[in-house]
């Protein structure tokens, strides 16, 4: 069994810039969940992604965006770069559908650093 | 409105010592899950527990333990007989019924010294 895994594993860009994140779920999971996680902190809930739509989103602006295609894969999508979007950026996998509570597996996560 | 409290920012023990790591959550829903996970220098997110809100039942695995206490809105976590393997931040997460977010702690950062 395949985990979840992420590319790239780190990232430096520039303010303004915009940027794509890669997660590979683990296999047999349908449901992708994307999180922020700033250094010391708990990682915050972005979006979540079933059977290629969204299912959910945290307190992100727009420009943190998102896919998921048929394979279940999906990418995290920011643009117009800010500083304060340096952070440990996590994606995970589980089995499960709408409004369906199941234990998430992480990937190693991508470390994005904006300068 | 949902919210987990790790009070415990950093514990230090010493190897072989027992430790205990709080979580307190609040909400508003009857059904909610919770949820540990233990993140290691390395940075992924290990799954280690789900409990549900019916079910109060403690959980022992081997050298880990759960409490979940209803009446004191806490499902705490136990190490026995710690090992340096098991320094990591651990964070304590909840998920009310019908929203599949994971509202996270802030996580507790555990040393173990041997």
């Known amino acids: 069994e395949t985990g979840v895994t992420q590319s790239p594993t780190h990232l430096i860009k520039t303010r303004g810039q915009q940027v794509t994140l890669r997660c590979s779920s683990q296999?047999?999971?349908?449901?992708v969940s994307w999180y922020q996680q700033a250094l010391g902190q708990g990682p915050q809930f972005i979006f979540q992604y079933y059977r290629e739509e969204e299912n959910g989103r945290g307190n992100f602006p727009p420009r943190f965006s998102g896919l998921q295609f048929p394979n279940y894969s999906s990418e995290l999508n920011v643009n117009a770069l800010e500083l304060d979007d340096s952070a440990l950026y996590l994606c995970?996998?589980?089995?499960?559908?709408?409004?369906?509570?199941?234990?998430?597996?992480f990937g190693p996560g991508t470390r994005l650093t904006v300068t | 409105a949902q919210k987990v409290t790790q009070a415990q920012t950093e514990i230090s023990v010493v190897e072989k010592e027992d430790v205990t790591l709080d979580c307190v959550y609040e909400t508003r829903d009857t059904t909610y899950y919770l949820f540990w996970y233990k993140q290691p220098p390395s940075g992924e997110l290990v799954f280690l527990i789900r409990r549900n809100s019916f079910d109060e039942q403690n959980e022992i695995s081997g050298r880990y333990s759960w409490n979940f206490q209803k009446s004191t809105s806490s499902f705490n976590f136990t190490i026995t007989a710690s090992q340096v393997v098991d320094s990591a931040v651990y964070f304590c997460?909840?998920?009310?019924?019908?929203?599949?977010?994971?509202?996270w702690g802030a996580g507790t950062k555990l040393i173990i010294k041997p």
């Open positions: 296999s047999g999971h349908n449901t």
């Open positions: 997460a909840l998920s009310e019924g019908s929203n599949y977010q994971l509202i």
């Open positions: 995970a996998s589980s089995l499960g559908g709408l409004a369906t509570i199941r234990e998430q597996y």
